[in-house]
T-cell receptor, first 114, second 116 residues
């Protein structure tokens, strides 16, 4: 059974640009969550999508957005990149129950903003 | 709101020694509890979880954790560590009462370094 796949693994972007990251969940999982990991702030929840609908959102500016497709694959987009957006972005897939009982993570996308 | 505190940012230990990584949480509602491990340049791998039932939970790679509701703790233990256990460990919680909708709240992480 394939795990959670995130592409690309590494990205280098310039300030002011935008970026799109992709996440394919485990087959049968309908929920995808996104997290930002930085040395200073640790792991922070961005948002969660289930059946193409955003059900939960963390405390991030509107420059961070996402979407989910009918096959449960998800993308997140960051517009007008800032140096502080440099981070490891992780997605997690789960069954999508109201309470999270298990989440499987991808290997992450390392974004560097220069 | 929920919060998780991992009491040690770094834990050095010698190979074959026992180790305990400490985690305390704060929540006004019931929680589910998790420990994840992260190796360099990798994602998070689930070690174990507590949902209900026995407060002693066994996970992969010989790790176990004990849920203590009165002390709001969920400490991770291993009786004998290996060099390969060197990694960063994260404690996390989710809202068991519903509506957490994919959200895990993480501690700041504990870097475990196993020396030969």
């Amino acid at each position: 059974k394939a795990g959670v796949t995130q592409t690309p693994r590494y990205l280098i972007k310039t300030r002011g640009q935008q970026v799109t990251l992709s996440c394919s969940p485990i087959s049968g999982h309908r929920s995808v969550s996104w997290y930002q990991q930085t040395p200073g702030q640790g792991l922070q929840f961005l948002f969660e999508y289930f059946s193409e609908t955003q059900r939960n959102k963390g405390n991030f500016p509107g420059r961070f957005s996402g979407r989910q497709f009918s096959n449960s694959r998800s993308e997140m987009n960051v517009s007008t990149l800032e140096l502080g957006d440099s981070a490891l972005y992780l997605c997690a897939s789960s069954l999508g129950l109201k309470a999270t009982t298990e989440a499987f993570f991808g290997q992450g996308t390392r974004l560097t903003v220069v | 709101a929920q919060s998780v505190t991992q009491l040690d940012s770094q834990v050095p230990v010698f190979e074959e020694a026992p180790v305990e990584l400490r985690c305390n949480y704060s929540s006004s509602v019931s929680v589910y509890l998790f420990w994840y491990v992260q190796y360099p340049n990798q994602g998070l791998q689930l070690l174990l979880k507590y949902l209900s039932g026995s407060t002693l939970v066994k996970g992969i790679n010989g790790f176990e954790a004990e849920f203590n509701k009165s002390q709001t703790s969920f400490h991770l233990r291993k009786p004998s560590v290996h060099i390969s256990d060197t990694a960063e460990y994260f404690c996390a919680v989710s809202n068991a009462g519903g509506t957490s909708y994919g959200k895990l709240t993480f501690g700041q992480g504990t870097i475990l370094t196993v020396h030969p």
